[in-house]
């Protein structure tokens, strides 16, 4: 059993930057991959970044060039820069891990104002 505890999230205008970060805790698991998921209102959660154990990372198109993910895999942390925030950044943004199976944080709010 894997359980994700984030911290970071929060409020900034647009044009801003906020740090998020996740610690991964539990006995017996190997990650193999962990990242950042988001959904924002109304909307579907989509992937945000993806790093695997082997340092593969993936971002979807509108974060690129703004959003920085890394992991410590000695520590099972993850984290995600993210930086020149928009308002469409606006959602809950889940902490991912997969190991044995898929498994997520319990979600922080990022709100972007204009």
């Known amino acids: 059993q894997v359980q994700l505890v984030e911290s970071g999230g929060g409020s900034v205008q647009a044009g ?18 962990m ?16 790093i695997t ?10 974060v690129k060039g703004r959003f920085t993910i890394s992991r410590d895999n000695a520590k099972n942390t993850v984290s995600l820069e ?9 959602a809950v943004y889940y902490c991912y891990a997969l190991a044995i199976r898929s498994y997520w944080g ?9």
């Open 82 to 90: 993210m930086n020149n925030l928009k308002s469409d950044d606006t």
């Open 35 to 50: 990242g950042w998921y988001r959904q924002a209102l109304g909307k579907q959660r989509e992937l945000v970044a993806l």
């Open 16 to 33: 801003g930057s906020l740090r998020l970060s996740c610690v991964a805790s539990g006995s017996g698991f190997s990650i193999y991959a």
């Open 106 to 114: 319990q979600g922080t709010q990022v709100i972007v104002s204009l």
């Open 53 to 62: 154990r082997g340092g593969n990372i993936n971002y979807v198109d509108s």
